[in-house]
């Protein structure tokens, strides 16, 4: 999986991973929420 320096910052919480695989949360959706402030810092590259 490809990984960014700032990763930490643009979530919060980060997924789960045991023995290779995705454990998914209690909560709906992958249970991380965006940080609006973080992912305007960092916008995509075109």
């Known amino acids: 999986m490809d990984r ?3 990763d930490d910052e643009l979530f919060g919480g980060a997924p789960r991973i ?4 995705l454990v998914m ?3 709906p959706g992958w249970g991380m ?4 402030k973080a992912l305007r810092a ?3 590259m075109q």
Request: hydrophobic share 25%; no cysteine; aromatic share 6%.
């Open 33 to 36: 929420d965006p940080n609006g």
């Open 4 to 6: 960014l320096a700032w």
């Open 18 to 21: 045991e023995n290779g695989e």
């Open 25 to 27: 949360p209690e909560v």
């Open 42 to 44: 960092h916008p995509p």
